[in-house]
């Protein structure tokens, strides 16, 4: 059963461009998770989806950023028009169900030029 | 302040050396983690814990919910030991964790 997937693992872009990052859960996970580790400080929960629903999003900034976890495929964080700041690891952890041990991936390692 | 509070910040420790890190949280809590992060990045969870005391290998933790603080120890500490240790305390409705801001760990040979 292979971990938590995240990929790419690292990613450089420019100012302005767009940032897809992508978290394939555990097999018969259906909870994803992500977070954000800026330079220098500590994790912050970012969003909580399920299948096809975001259930809390409450850690996410209101412009620029979205996430979806589709029916099929990965779950994807996508940040427009990125800026320095926003340069970071973000991670993704996934639970089988609410509230269970969450299992964290490898993380996606952001760069902004 | 933070929802969650770990101390020490750093941690620099002989090997073999006993050692402890503390958390305290201010929120209400369905469960508590605690979180190893090494070098690369990666992050491992450590335990998960609601009540009393686990035990693995040389970690052990200890979590009192009255008190609303947990404890992680090492016993006969390792170079390989070296890494952040992250208290994680899971909200009541299961959705998201609130961090430690981390403690950096090294050990000595």
């Known amino acids: 059963n292979a971990g938590v997937m995240q990929n790419p693992r690292h990613l450089v872009r420019r100012r302005g461009q767009e940032a897809r990052l992508r978290c394939s859960p555990m097999?018969?996970?259906?909870?994803v998770y992500w977070y954000r580790q800026l330079p220098e400080e500590g994790l912050k929960f970012m969003v909580y989806?399920?299948?096809?629903?975001?259930?809390?999003e409450s850690g996410m900034p209101k412009e620029r950023f979205s996430a979806e976890f589709p029916k099929e495929g990965p779950s994807i964080l996508r940040i427009q028009q990125v800026v320095r700041g926003d340069s970071a690891a973000y991670f993704c952890?996934?639970?089988?169900?609410?509230?269970?041990?969450?299992?964290f991936g490898p993380g996606t390692r952001l760069t902004v030029l | 302040k933070n929802e969650v509070e770990q101390s020490p910040q750093n941690l620099t420790a002989q090997e073999g050396e006993f050692i402890t890190i503390n958390c305290s949280y201010s929120?209400?809590?369905?469960?508590l983690h605690w979180l190893q992060q090494h070098p690369g990045g990666g992050i491992v969870s450590l335990f998960m814990?609601?009540?009393g005391k686990k035990k693995h290998g040389r970690l052990i933790a200890t979590i009192n919910i009255q008190e609303k603080h947990s404890s992680l120890h090492i016993t006969a500490s390792h170079p390989r030991d070296s890494a952040v240790y992250i208290c994680?305390?899971?909200?009541?409705?299961?959705?998201?964790?609130?961090f430690g801001t981390g403690t950096s760990l090294t050990v000595i040979p």
């Open positions: 989806l399920q299948k096809e629903n975001i259930i809390d």
């Open positions: 952890a996934s639970s089988p169900f609410g509230g269970d041990t969450q299992y």
């Open positions: 814990l609601s009540s």
């Open positions: 994680a305390a899971l909200s009541n409705t299961g959705n998201q964790f609130y």
């Open positions: 929120v209400g809590i369905s469960a």
């Open positions: 097999k018969g996970h259906s909870h």
